[in-house]
């Protein structure tokens, strides 16, 4: 599930508006809020290692366990840019490609962006709801995601001509039903994204059906699962935080605000290890 991986590097591109002042105070507002919540409500119940950034320039391969890489604000510029105020006035028009919220994101409609940030979660199945998360189609929104700043790390793996990001908005209690795919880094700009993961198995997470939204699962399936089955890591991240998630190992998101906005980076598992070749790339 979720296999492809899309490859090629994007260009950095400079922004459509300087931003505001306002785009400023609204990012600053966030991740204030942000980090007030995630230090509330996920340490140190969350499990997961915390490591500093430059940790990942010694991975020449995908490590087998999940970690969080902080503190993370190389972009921090994107963080302004994508403000809800500043994607209306800049993206509003742009047409956005939406798939499926369910295990495999399958059927596909469109929208402008402004449509999209306007509609309300329809709380309903996850094959029957749609969500922004992937290569923008747009030229001007593509542009915006391709000043995008990797993770750096230190294998050909996850250099950054090996990493493919996706690009997400999405609202309250939207999310992706569990799947499995390669490894990556999972960073949120604004908001906070709540990641369930499980082991690789051949089994699915229990009580999972793929078209049942991450929401349903977690009110109606989670609180009755014994200790031993639930997730091994439970967490919410905020701005300024990146997951690392490792292959194979079963997950699903569930966005915690209204405006959330987070990118995706899918490396290439089988590339060559290039040693230190690839440290500064």
């Known amino acids: 599930m979720k296999d492809q991986r ?27 809020g942000a980090a007030v919540a995630v230090a509330r409500f996920d340490r140190p119940a969350c499990g997961l290692r915390r490591v500093p950034i430059s940790t990942a320039l010694a991975w020449r391969r995908p490590p087998p366990e999940p ?4 503190p993370f604000h190389a972009n921090s510029e994107l963080r302004v840019r994508t403000s809800r105020a500043a994607l209306l006035r800049d ?3 742009a047409r956005v490609h939406l798939t499926s919220s369910n295990s495999y994101s399958e059927g596909a409609v469109e929208a402008s962006l402004a ?6 979660p329809s709380g309903g199945r996850a094959n029957e709801s749609y969500y922004l998360f992937g290569p923008p189609t747009d030229v001007r929104l593509a542009k915006l995601v391709a ?3 990797f993770p750096k790390c230190g294998g050909a793996w996850c250099a950054p001509s090996n990493l493919a990001a996706s690009f997400g ?7 992706v039903s569990y799947h499995t795919h390669g490894s990556g880094f999972g960073e949120v700009l604004h908001g906070r994204k709540r990641w369930l993961l499980y082991a690789p198995s051949a089994a699915p997470p229990p009580g999972h059906e793929p078209d049942v ?3 349903a699962w977690v009110r109606d399936v989670l609180p009755t699962l014994p200790p031993h089955r639930r997730p091994r890591h439970d967490c919410v991240l905020g701005p300024g935080e990146v997951l690392y998630f490792p292959p194979s190992w079963w997950h699903a998101t569930l966005n915690e605000d209204a405006h959330t906005v987070f990118v995706s980076s899918f490396a290439s598992d089988q590339a060559r290890d290039e040693g230190p070749a690839f440290l500064g790339a």
Do not use: I, K, N
Request: net charge negative; no cysteine; charged share 20%.
């Open 6 to 32: 899309r490859q090629g590097r994007a260009l950095h591109a400079p922004a459509e508006h300087a931003p505001s002042l306002r785009d400023a105070a609204v990012v600053a507002l966030a991740l204030a």
């Open 67 to 70: 970690v969080v890489l902080a």
């Open 91 to 93: 993206h509003g028009d």
């Open 115 to 120: 449509e999209y940030l306007a509609a309300t």
């Open 147 to 149: 000043s995008y700043e």
């Open 169 to 175: 908005v999405a609202g309250r209690d939207s999310g």
């Open 213 to 215: 939204s991450t929401a």
